[in-house]
């Protein structure tokens, strides 16, 4: 049904594959829901230097997601991935918050449900992770986990001191995202 109100209500032509798909377009954005495609989906829209957004996760395994991104670095095409809680408003306006200065650490927290072919916060654990590296930029040095049936515990360790700390639930009440920061003048 969607697919035919696409084609026929807003004209937008339908293609057989991603092959088929490639002369006609600037730019491709896999939005498979299944990251396991990704690297295959990935191969031929590299191959024909198009720039390439992959919806998260960039892949259903580290080794997939690095493979994807040597063969972009290879090819000299961009690729970007991303959770759109990166860009949540009140996200990005803590960064430059004269309220809350320099941000010294943060806590995330959303839901981390377990899929068999997704590992850890592949699925939609990824959402709190990017959160937190949006609020504590790039750097993170170290990792340690604590996983439960109900609950994971992601502590990352910035090279400068800083510590973030996410929280995946799937136990509770866990269809929400939310962070805290903790800053240099104040706590949000």
Known sequence: KFTAELRDKWQIEIVDSIEALLPKVDVVMLE???????????????AAKKPL??????AASTKDGAE????????GVPVFSASSRRYVEDVLMLQTDPKVGAIL?????????LEPHHP?????GVHAVETL??????????VSRTHTAGTDVV???WAD????????????KYSTYGHTVFGEKDVV
């Open 155 to 157: 502590v990352g360790t």
């Open 68 to 75: 994807i991104i040597r063969l972009a670095k290879a090819a």
């Open 32 to 46: 498979s829901v299944d990251a396991r495609v990704h690297l295959a989906q990935a191969r031929p829209v590299i």
């Open 120 to 124: 850890d916060l592949f699925w939609y």
């Open 133 to 142: 590296y949006q609020l504590m930029g790039p750097g993170c040095v170290s």
């Open 161 to 172: 001191g800083r510590v973030g700390v996410v929280r995946g639930v799937r136990s509770g």
């Open 53 to 58: 957004f992959i919806d998260k996760p960039m």
């Open 105 to 113: 650490g943060a806590a995330t927290y959303g839901p981390a449900t």
